[in-house]
């Protein structure tokens, strides 16, 4: 288990988190800036909170009262960096090893061995980090993170140097492996697809605060506040419920109907497109009026009916696609 509860002073804002990962992945996901790659590095050691402690396996790496504040290398904490952060004139083995000088060679050798092994790079193991794709250049990286034996894992916008061709495959392939590891893990990303595929619960995180944990389906299907919303794709909207009771509202946009005039729906929204976004055999269509709807059309359907931006059109969707949202609500796991 990997516990982290401090808070440090930054220049724009506080970070204060408090998060427990199990033998799981955690995605730590916002804006840029929010504060992701701070919230490692201070789990890693490279930089100290003013406030708060971090303990991995019942272990103290940092606790303010009591003094303690262990090395980044006495962590047994793997890091990932963003851009791997290979050495050129090191041939893969060596970037792997680089971080077992201290050992024996015959120990060095056989950890090596392990990890080329484990991430099928024993092919590779005597070209340059030039010589390499991205996705070789990853799992070098991620080699060199794992052998020296971590009890936790912390990867930063480990998919951001990839392009978009081979950025989904190697997804995947980056899922099944942290699952094989089975140790704590936080992967930092801005993508929420990123998130979605890698992480067992997202931690959503805004100007240095944790607004929400949950699963990917918990994180849509209740998000707490806008910017959850729009993060995860889903609609929130206030609606007049049981006579006067207003309340939060959410609902997918697939669910939701775009008409060139009022259909004389429950639930319905007059509002100009502002966006259109293909998506698969779709359109994500983005209408803004006193609230913004996401509407999800058959792009075939879309051409048919002419939507274009600039467009006042109505967005409405049947009462059984609703969710209702409880006010205040939140989960920070």
Not at 56 to 70: M, S
Not at 103 to 111: I, M
Not at 270 to 281: F, H, K, N, S, W
Request: charged fraction near 25%; hydrophobic fraction near 45%.
């Amino acid at each position: 288990m990997l516990d982290c509860r401090f808070r440090k002073r930054l220049p724009e804002f506080d970070l204060a988190v408090n998060v427990c990962v199990g033998v799981e992945t955690l995605a730590l996901v916002g804006r840029s800036g929010s504060g992701k790659s701070t919230t490692l590095n201070v789990v890693a050691g490279l930089t100290a909170p003013q406030e708060g402690s971090i303990t991995l396996a019942r272990r103290a790496l940092f606790d303010a009262p009591g003094g303690v504040d262990v090395a980044p290398e006495a962590r047994r904490i793997g890091y990932l960096f963003q851009h791997y952060a290979l050495f050129p004139h090191l041939d893969v083995a060596e970037n792997i090893g680089f971080g077992l000088f201290k050992r024996h060679r015959a120990e060095r050798d056989d950890r090596v061995r392990r990890a080329l092994e484990f991430l099928d790079l024993r092919a590779i193991e005597h070209a340059r980090p030039a010589e390499l794709s991205g996705g070789e250049r990853q799992r070098v990286a991620l080699a060199r993170a794992l052998v020296t034996e971590p009890a936790a894992l912390l990867l930063d916008e480990p998919l951001a140097a990839l392009d978009v061709e081979n950025r989904s495959r190697i997804r995947l392939e980056l899922r099944a492996l942290l699952r094989r590891l089975a140790i704590p893990t936080i992967v930092v990303s801005h993508d929420y697809d990123d998130a979605r595929v890698l992480g067992d619960r997202i931690s959503v995180m805004d100007r240095g605060r944790i607004v929400q944990t949950g699963t990917p389906t918990e994180l849509a299907a209740s998000p707490v506040d806008d910017f959850v919303a729009a993060l995860t794709g889903t609609n929130v909207a206030h609606a007049t419920l049981n006579g006067t009771l207003r309340q939060r509202i959410a609902f997918d946009p697939w669910a939701a109907r775009l008409t060139t005039g009022p259909t004389g729906a429950r639930f319905e929204w007059r509002g100009e497109i502002v966006d259109l976004r293909p998506l698969g055999a779709h359109l994500r269509i983005l209408v803004r009026g006193e609230t913004q709807i996401r509407v999800d059309v058959d792009a075939v359907a879309a051409a048919s009916a002419g939507f274009g931006v600039g467009d006042v059109v109505f967005a409405s969707v049947p009462e059984s696609a609703v969710r209702v949202v409880p006010a205040g609500e939140e989960s920070t796991g």
